[in-house]
């Protein structure tokens, strides 16, 4: 639980509400709602539903920034049963739901582009075998038709199929786009398909996506010229992990690897470089007094925004954004219980407590019914 739910904050929140820019767009303040896994897509399918854009329209804000929750490029990205796509026509008007719901309040959202890799199952890949930079056992699980299990046997990716898996972004980032999102971001962190290739744990390869960093973040770069060519760089970012152990990710020196990463970052003009710092572990923040430690490092390296994110509260998220480490924070778990929780951080409001149980309950249980602070007569 987050160190400020349930209570109110006394501390002044004046920099989280100064506008800001992020690529041409102007927000009018600083608490972005992270990507949540939500799992209330329709099965099969992977089709986002209409309690999606109720969901995602009452978290909107005049001027505030949503990113969807991780939404899968391909079939042969999947690992989570209820995970939306992004990959036909039909996710495209789905999606445009939800756009529309975000933008009749005035609120952005971006959309998170996900391939899994290696965390995946064999039921979720079509009977194939989930892919990855190199064959390393690991401890992992997805949710299928038969709840929570552990991760199939992977194989290595081939080089012949790796512009293929570029491609299935650059047609993302596409439907994206015409689903009516204002960007998106790619999803490079958490042991997920980017985040195997950079870090020499989960990446043994020898051809030229293996080996010194510069060619462990090849596939990366490839992916984010495709996606920038469709959207323009300042309409894309890029999410990270450094240090982080989740999905069993490793490397040998993670501080230059991410530091090269960031650095390269600077020549596109993104939107926003998105970090996760270590002290957070899937949903759970694991060292509560850990300081943001990642955003510090790199905020030495990188000269665009960045949005940090991992078990900030109120009053961690105005230290960070005043010291000037962070220009953004992001998130997640207060966001998901409190459908207004911009207003709530301003006013120094009390917080919803989040009900873990709900996370992924694929219906509206812990998903659009948590109350809006109830100051005002239309606050629903």
Same mark, same amino acid.
């Given at each position: 639980?987050?160190?400020?739910?349930?209570?109110?904050?006394?501390? /002044?929140?004046?920099?989280?509400?100064? !506008?800001?820019?992020?690529? !041409?767009?102007?927000?009018?303040?600083?608490?972005?709602?992270?990507?949540?896994?939500?799992?209330?897509?329709?099965?099969?399918?992977?089709?986002?539903?209409?309690?999606?854009?109720?969901?995602?329209?009452?978290?909107?804000?005049?001027?505030?920034?949503?990113?969807?929750?991780?939404?899968?490029?391909?079939?042969?990205?999947?690992?989570?049963?209820?995970?939306?796509?992004?990959?036909?026509?039909?996710?495209?008007?789905?999606?445009?739901?939800?756009?529309? *719901?975000?933008?009749?309040?005035?609120?952005?959202?971006?959309? #998170?582009? +996900?391939?899994?890799?290696?965390?995946?199952?064999?039921?979720?890949?079509?009977?194939?075998? /989930?892919?990855?930079?190199?064959?390393?056992?690991?401890?992992?699980?997805?949710?299928?038709?038969?709840? +929570?299990?552990?991760?199939? !046997?992977?194989?290595?990716?081939?080089?012949?199929?790796?512009?293929?898996?570029?491609?299935? &972004?650059?047609?993302?980032?596409?439907?994206?786009?015409?689903?009516?999102?204002?960007? %998106?971001?790619?999803?490079?962190?958490?042991?997920?398909?980017?985040? #195997?290739?950079?870090?020499?744990?989960?990446?043994?390869?020898?051809?030229? $996506?293996?080996?010194? %960093?510069? @060619?462990?973040?090849?596939?990366? &770069?490839?992916?984010?010229?495709?996606?920038?060519?469709?959207?323009?760089?300042?309409?894309?970012? %890029?999410?990270?992990? /450094?240090?982080?152990? $989740?999905?069993?990710?490793?490397?040998?020196?993670?501080?230059?690897?991410? *530091? $090269? %990463?960031?650095?390269?970052?600077?020549?596109?003009?993104?939107?926003?470089?998105?970090?996760?710092? !270590?002290?957070?572990?899937?949903?759970?923040?694991?060292?509560?007094?850990? /300081?943001?430690?990642?955003?510090? #490092?790199?905020?030495?390296? &990188?000269?665009?925004?960045?949005?940090?994110?991992?078990?900030?509260?109120?009053?961690?998220?105005?230290?960070?954004?005043?010291?000037?480490?962070?220009?953004?924070?992001?998130?997640?778990?207060?966001?998901?219980? @409190?459908?207004?929780?911009?207003?709530?951080?301003?006013?120094?409001?009390?917080?919803?407590?989040?009900?873990?149980?709900?996370?992924?309950?694929?219906?509206?249980?812990?998903?659009?019914?948590?109350?809006?602070?109830?100051?005002?007569?239309?606050?629903?």
């Amino acid at each position: 639980m987050s160190a400020f739910e349930g209570q109110e904050t006394t501390v /002044p929140t004046k920099k989280l509400f100064c !506008p800001v820019r992020v690529g !041409p767009l102007t927000l009018s303040h600083r608490v972005v709602m992270a990507p949540l896994t939500r799992l209330r897509s329709k099965v099969p399918g992977d089709m986002p539903v209409e309690l999606m854009a109720e969901y995602y329209g009452q978290r909107a804000s005049e001027g505030g920034l949503i990113i969807s929750e991780g939404t899968v490029v391909s079939r042969g990205g999947r690992g989570y049963l209820g995970a939306p796509g992004i990959y036909c026509d039909a996710h495209v008007a789905a999606w445009r739901k939800v756009t529309e *719901a975000v933008h009749a309040k005035g609120g952005y959202i971006f959309m #998170q582009l +996900w391939h899994v890799g290696r965390v995946s199952h064999f039921e979720m890949v079509g009977g194939e075998m /989930p892919i990855a930079p190199s064959v390393v056992p690991f401890e992992g699980i997805v949710y299928t038709t038969n709840g +929570w299990v552990k991760t199939s !046997p992977h194989r290595e990716l081939k080089l012949e199929e790796i512009p293929g898996l570029v491609d299935e &972004f650059r047609k993302a980032a596409k439907n994206a786009k015409a689903a009516g999102f204002d960007g %998106v971001e790619i999803h490079a962190a958490n042991g997920y398909i980017f985040d #195997q290739f950079l870090q020499d744990g989960s990446n043994k390869r020898t051809d030229g $996506y293996g080996g010194p %960093v510069e @060619n462990r973040a090849r596939l990366l &770069f490839e992916a984010l010229e495709a996606v920038v060519d469709k959207w323009g760089a300042g309409r894309v970012g %890029v999410r990270l992990s /450094p240090n982080s152990r $989740y999905n069993s990710m490793s490397d040998s020196h993670p501080e230059a690897t991410f *530091a $090269y %990463v960031a650095e390269r970052l600077n020549q596109y003009g993104l939107a926003y470089l998105h970090i996760i710092e !270590p002290r957070v572990k899937g949903n759970e923040t694991v060292l509560e007094d850990m /300081p943001p430690v990642a955003a510090e #490092q790199l905020r030495k390296v &990188f000269k665009g925004n960045i949005l940090a994110a991992g078990g900030f509260d109120a009053d961690s998220a105005e230290v960070i954004v005043e010291k000037g480490i962070a220009d953004l924070v992001a998130f997640g778990r207060s966001f998901l219980a @409190n459908p207004d929780l911009p207003k709530r951080i301003k006013r120094g409001l009390p917080l919803n407590s989040y009900d873990r149980a709900t996370f992924y309950n694929h219906d509206a249980r812990g998903y659009t019914d948590y109350p809006f602070y109830n100051d005002e007569p239309d606050a629903r």
